[in-house]
C-alpha cells in the first residue's frame, strides 16, 4: 500500500543523498599524484623537509595528507629509522584515510537490501487485503482479483528498482575508492623512495 510505497520511498531519496556526497567527496579527494610527488622532490632539493611539507599543505586530497604525515616524521639527518618510521605513520594514516573515503558505504548497503525487503513486505499486506475484499464480494468477478494482487505487486517492483538504481551508484563508489586506495598506496611506496635517495644524496 502507500505506506510501504513511502518506505521505499524514503529509501531512495536517502540512498541517493549518500552517493551524490560520496561521488562529489570523492571526486574533490581525486588528485594528480605523480605531479604531486614530482612538486615534492623538487621541494625536497631545493628547500628540504619544510618545503616538501608546504607542498603537500597547499595540495588537497588524503594522497597529500598521508603524504603529509610521513614528511613529518623524516629526519635526514637520522639514521635509517627515520625511513620506518615514516613507512610506519604512512601505512596508519592510510588506514584512517581509507575509512574516511568508505564513510556512508554501509548505509547505502543497507537501503538495497531494504527497499526490496520492504516492497515484498507491502505486496504480502496488499495480498492479505486483496483476499479479503475478495472474502467480502457477494459476486467474485476476475477484476477484483487482477486489481487487488495488481496494486500488491507494484510495491515489489518499487522495491527492486529503488535496489537496482542504488546498487549501480554502489559499484561506481566502491570502484572510485579503489583506485584511491591504489594511487595512495602507490603514491606512499614512491614517496618512500624519494626520501631515500634524498637521504643517500645528502
Not at 67 to 94: C, H, T, W
Not at 177 to 202: F, P, W, Y
Request: charged share 15%; hydrophobic share 50%; proline share 2%.
Amino acid at each position: 500500500g502507500p505506506l510501504f510505497m513511502s518506505f521505499v520511498l524514503i529509501c531512495l531519496i536517502m540512498g541517493l543523498a549518500i552517493c551524490i556526497e560520496r561521488i562529489i567527496y570523492l571526486t574533490m579527494a581525486t588528485s594528480n599524484v605523480q605531479k604531486l610527488l614530482n612538486n615534492i622532490e623538487g621541494a625536497l632539493q631545493s628547500g628540504g623537509v619544510d618545503a616538501a611539507k608546504e607542498v603537500c599543505r597547499n595540495t588537497s586530497g588524503p594522497v597529500a595528507s598521508i603524504f603529509y604525515q610521513g614528511l613529518d616524521r623524516f629526519n635526514p639527518n637520522a639514521d635509517d629509522g627515520s625511513i620506518d618510521m615514516v613507512e610506519k605513520s604512512v601505512v596508519s594514516y592510510g588506514s584512517v584515510q581509507m575509512g574516511l573515503l568508505e564513510k556512508g558505504l554501509s548505509w547505502i548497503s543497507l537501503f538495497i537490501s531494504l527497499a526490496p525487503m520492504l516492497g515484498f513486505f507491502g505486496t504480502v499486506i496488499g495480498m492479505i487485503q486483496a483476499f479479503d475484499d475478495i472474502a467480502a464480494a457477494k459476486n467474485i468477478s476476475p477484476d477484483i482479483v487482477a486489481t487487488g494482487i495488481g496494486v500488491a505487486l507494484i510495491t515489489t517492483v518499487s522495491g527492486l528498482l529503488v535496489a537496482m538504481i542504488l546498487q549501480v551508484f554502489y559499484n561506481f563508489i566502491i570502484a572510485k575508492v579503489d583506485g584511491l586506495v591504489n594511487e595512495m598506496e602507490d603514491g606512499s611506496i614512491s614517496l618512500v623512495d624519494i626520501l631515500i635517495k634524498h637521504k643517500l644524496t645528502n
